[in-house]
């Protein structure tokens, strides 16, 4: 099973049994629980330029970390969460060690803010039964940061960042999340690595 951060939330999925994941190499289970490939200390990290498909927003991703594909967003996610947002998660990266960062991109009716966005997340998520217990919310020039910690189960505490961007468009108004978690206790082995995805990101309007 894995686990996926979204808007603050967690949902967890199988990767092999309900969610059509590509990517990924059909291997047998591994009786190491260890990583195949271990990731660069982050001090040493290279990175991959991105630009979502609209060439509306771009930024650098690790270029260690495992890219993944759910084909089906709907055996991960709530089919009328998807259907409200008209949701698109573009880019899902992992680091084998437990960190992930995702791209998400939401749909909404022209005037929208990113603050009401962000409310709008947290009110379906409390629906869905995904509560999640919000931190600091603040705007760094023109994107909203907000971070969160997510109850994972287990004693566990996830970290979770949400990078919040606005582009307007001719009919609806699009939202891209850029969204980073790790374990709290893990946090700061990451910051450095999240740090540059979130200071490399560009909107082009």
């Not at 939401?106 to 919000?134: C, H, W």
């Not at 907000?146 to 189960?153: E, H, I, K």
């Amino acid at each position: 099973m894995g686990l996926l951060f979204i808007g603050g939330g967690v949902f967890v999925w199988r990767q092999r049994k309900a969610a059509e994941v590509v990517g990924l190499p059909d291997v047998p289970e591994q009786k190491s629980r260890g990583p195949l490939v271990t990731p660069p200390p982050a001090e040493e990290m290279t990175y991959e330029p991105f630009t979502t498909a609209d060439g509306n927003l771009s930024f650098e991703y690790p270029q260690a970390w495992v890219r993944t594909e759910i084909k089906n967003l709907e055996t991960v996610l709530p089919k009328n969460f998807i259907d409200k947002y008209e949701l698109a998660m573009p880019l899902i990266l992992s680091d084998p060690r437990g960190a992930q960062a995702t791209l998400s991109a939401y749909q909404f009716e022209k005037g929208i803010t990113l603050d009401a966005a962000m409310e709008s997340f947290r009110a379906d998520l409390v629906a869905m039964g995904q509560p999640y217990n919000e931190v600091s919310r603040q705007m760094v020039g023109d994107v909203l940061v907000v971070d969160s910690t997510v109850d994972a189960g287990q004693g566990v505490t996830v970290k979770v960042r949400d990078i919040l961007f606005l582009v307007p468009g001719p009919d609806k108004d699009a939202i891209y999340d850029i969204c980073f978690n790790a374990r709290q206790e893990n946090w700061g082995d990451y910051q450095s690595i999240f740090d540059h995805v979130q200071t490399s990101a560009k909107l082009s309007l």
